[in-house]
């Protein structure tokens, strides 16, 4: 055991006016399991590139660890699985990443073929398991979940759960409460550290920021009073600096000297009176530094003239030999928000772009309403690109509305000047689903719409989606947002 001591760190971007990280000082356990929680954009990568030392900052950083990175950038994709390991860690012992990689489900057969053969889960579990066998090696786990399917995240959880020493971070739920023991989390002015898992520092969270809320009238008043007493008190001190110049009310000169004297005192007892208002009218502003915007959304959805919106008969998809998925038959009916389920490459994603007009060799029979309107949300955001203002001028939906859903989902307004290739991956994805519901439509189809987006983000849609109860059909391995949100679900 040892301790990570990160002290008065300081840390802009070149260019920037802001600090991303300002005096921020804790310290951390090498044999915790930490979970990373924070809004996107508000520098989980950036620390995690600290730590990396790929930054200058100012401020100290001090481990007896060294820092991994997961996931592992390999450069050459097509070789040998077995020779991305050796890349990682040349000095491993083979029986060590075998009962690793059967820890993992995964087959040493997966050795011996070339890395980009592998499914997304199986380079993750190969990677995961190449790290872990790294001694004296803090890991720096940044979201290994996206892309898993619904048994690969709780089969990687589990396996996390069983290890110790490193960061992780993730958005979701369920992941993080079954295999972490602590909490960093960055919230709008500081950085925390917490025993416990997720739902531990969500609830411990939504407590203090009830308690911080409940103060506000109280807090509001309390400023407005000392404001106005500070004002008063300024006013005071001019009035009696004028009276040096004046004269007495019998018309006789006033002894300058004397009254000189008496301002200086006044004016110096003055002040100081008006600058423990000020900083008493600081402090209580600050009670209020981490409470989060969580504003509900609004989202406007077309009644359609039938109840039954679209049905898969028998389909089924293959590309060229390769059969995906096959004799798929469900029906999608007004108010249905239905998850397609299954196992990563069986279909899901093939399905959604099918009912969205995309050129896909199939077999069966898709009856689709006529006039249907449809808003889709894919899984790829590297088309983004432009200002907002283009963006949504280019897609025909309102940009007051668009941006204000934007900043209910916790964007500055910095943020609206940059380029949309700029953002974070949470970010373009907000982008997207911020479109989606601008646009006036029947049915929502989104694939893997969380990808990289923030707990609290996630809970604002689900209240979106709860509250609005459009017809929505999507991919999701989030299973805390399937519970709540699916009220069907179809088994690929």
């Given at each position: 055991m040892?301790?990570?001591?990160?002290?008065?760190?300081?840390?802009?971007?070149?260019?920037?006016?802001d600090?991303i990280?300002e005096?921020?000082?804790?310290q951390?356990?090498?044999?915790w399991?930490l979970?990373f929680?924070?809004?996107?954009g508000?520098g989980?990568?950036?620390?995690l590139?600290l730590?990396?030392?790929?930054h200058?900052?100012?401020?100290t950083?001090?481990?007896?660890?060294?820092?991994?990175?997961?996931p592992?950038?390999v450069?050459n994709?097509d070789?040998?699985?077995i020779?991305?390991?050796?890349?990682i860690?040349?000095d491993?012992?083979y029986?060590?990443?075998a009962?690793?990689?059967?820890?993992l489900?995964?087959?040493?057969?997966?050795l011996?073929?070339?890395?980009?053969?592998?499914?997304?889960?199986?380079?993750t579990?190969?990677?995961?398991a190449?790290?872990f066998?790294?001694?004296?090696s803090?890991?720096?786990?940044?979201?290994?979940?996206?892309?898993?399917?619904m048994?690969?995240?709780k089969?990687?959880?589990?396996?996390?759960?069983?290890k110790?020493?490193y960061?992780?971070?993730?958005?979701?739920?369920?992941f993080?409460?079954?295999c972490v023991?602590?909490?960093?989390?960055?919230?709008?002015?500081?950085i925390?550290?917490q025993r416990?898992?997720?739902?531990?520092w969500?609830?411990?969270k939504?407590?203090?920021?009830?308690?911080?809320?409940?103060?506000?009238d109280?807090?509001k008043?309390?400023?407005?009073r000392l404001?106005?007493?500070?004002?008063?008190?300024?006013?005071?001190?001019?009035?009696?600096?004028?009276?040096?110049?004046?004269?007495?009310n019998?018309?006789?000169k006033?002894?300058k000297g004397?009254?000189g004297?008496?301002?200086?005192?006044m004016m110096?007892?003055?002040?100081?009176?008006?600058?423990?208002q000020?900083?008493a009218?600081?402090?209580?502003?600050?009670?209020?530094r981490?409470?989060e915007s969580?504003?509900?959304?609004?989202?406007s959805?077309?009644?359609?003239?039938?109840n039954?919106?679209?049905?898969?008969?028998?389909?089924?998809?293959?590309?060229g030999?390769?059969?995906?998925?096959q004799?798929?038959?469900?029906?999608?009916?007004?108010?249905?928000?239905?998850?397609l389920?299954?196992k990563?490459?069986?279909?899901?994603?093939?399905?959604?772009?099918?009912?969205?007009?995309?050129?896909?060799s199939?077999s069966?029979?898709?009856?689709?309403?006529?006039?249907l309107?449809?808003?889709?949300?894919?899984?790829?955001?590297s088309?983004?690109?432009?200002?907002?203002?283009d963006?949504?001028?280019?897609?025909?939906?309102?940009?007051?509305?668009?941006?204000?859903?934007?900043?209910?989902?916790?964007?500055?307004?910095?943020q609206?000047?940059?380029d949309?290739?700029a953002?974070?991956?949470?970010?373009k994805k907000?982008?997207?689903?911020a479109k989606s519901?601008?646009?006036?439509?029947?049915l929502?189809?989104?694939d893997?719409?969380?990808?990289?987006?923030?707990?609290i983000s996630?809970m604002?849609?689900e209240?979106?989606l709860?509250?609005y109860?459009?017809?929505?059909?999507?991919v999701?391995?989030?299973?805390?947002f399937?519970?709540?949100?699916?009220?069907?679900s179809?088994e690929l």
């Amino acid at each position: 055991m040892s301790l990570i001591q990160v002290s008065n760190l300081t840390f802009a971007y070149d260019g920037s006016y802001d600090n991303i990280f300002e005096n921020v000082s804790f310290q951390l356990d090498t044999d915790w399991k930490l979970g990373f929680t924070g809004r996107n954009g508000r520098g989980k990568t950036t620390f995690l590139n600290l730590l990396l030392g790929k930054h200058e900052y100012s401020g100290t950083i001090s481990a007896k660890v060294s820092f991994d990175y997961f996931p592992f950038q390999v450069e050459n994709r097509d070789q040998m699985t077995i020779d991305v390991v050796d890349a990682i860690y040349p000095d491993y012992e083979y029986w060590k990443l075998a009962r690793e990689l059967t820890l993992l489900q995964v087959s040493e057969e997966v050795l011996y073929r070339p890395f980009s053969s592998l499914s997304n889960g199986e380079q993750t579990k190969v990677l995961l398991a190449a790290l872990f066998l790294k001694e004296n090696s803090f890991l720096l786990i940044d979201e290994p979940t996206n892309h898993l399917d619904m048994g690969a995240r709780k089969l990687v959880s589990d396996y996390l759960k069983a290890k110790s020493g490193y960061i992780l971070v993730s958005h979701d739920r369920s992941f993080l409460d079954n295999c972490v023991d602590h909490i960093l989390s960055i919230n709008r002015t500081n950085i925390e550290v917490q025993r416990g898992n997720f739902s531990d520092w969500w609830e411990n969270k939504q407590r203090q920021d009830q308690y911080e809320l409940s103060e506000n009238d109280k807090l509001k008043k309390d400023i407005k009073r000392l404001s106005e007493a500070s004002k008063r008190t300024s006013n005071w001190s001019d009035e009696v600096e004028k009276t040096k110049n004046g004269t007495l009310n019998s018309g006789s000169k006033l002894d300058k000297g004397y009254v000189g004297h008496k301002a200086a005192k006044m004016m110096k007892r003055s002040k100081s009176m008006e600058q423990r208002q000020l900083s008493a009218i600081e402090d209580k502003s600050k009670l209020l530094r981490n409470v989060e915007s969580s504003d509900s959304l609004k989202i406007s959805q077309l009644r359609y003239h039938k109840n039954q919106f679209v049905e898969f008969d028998h389909v089924s998809i293959a590309y060229g030999e390769r059969k995906v998925c096959q004799d798929i038959s469900f029906v999608i009916e007004q108010g249905d928000r239905i998850v397609l389920s299954g196992k990563n490459g069986s279909g899901k994603s093939s399905l959604l772009k099918l009912l969205i007009g995309e050129p896909i060799s199939y077999s069966g029979t898709i009856r689709k309403g006529s006039g249907l309107k449809i808003s889709y949300v894919s899984q790829d955001t590297s088309h983004l690109q432009g200002n907002l203002t283009d963006y949504a001028r280019e897609h025909g939906i309102d940009e007051s509305l668009f941006k204000a859903i934007l900043r209910k989902l916790d964007f500055s307004r910095v943020q609206f000047e940059k380029d949309i290739s700029a953002y974070s991956g949470g970010q373009k994805k907000k982008v997207l689903i911020a479109k989606s519901l601008c646009e006036s439509v029947h049915l929502h189809i989104w694939d893997e719409p969380l990808n990289f987006i923030d707990v609290i983000s996630r809970m604002q849609i689900e209240e979106l989606l709860l509250e609005y109860q459009p017809t929505i059909l999507f991919v999701e391995h989030d299973s805390e947002f399937v519970s709540r949100i699916a009220t069907k679900s179809i088994e690929l």
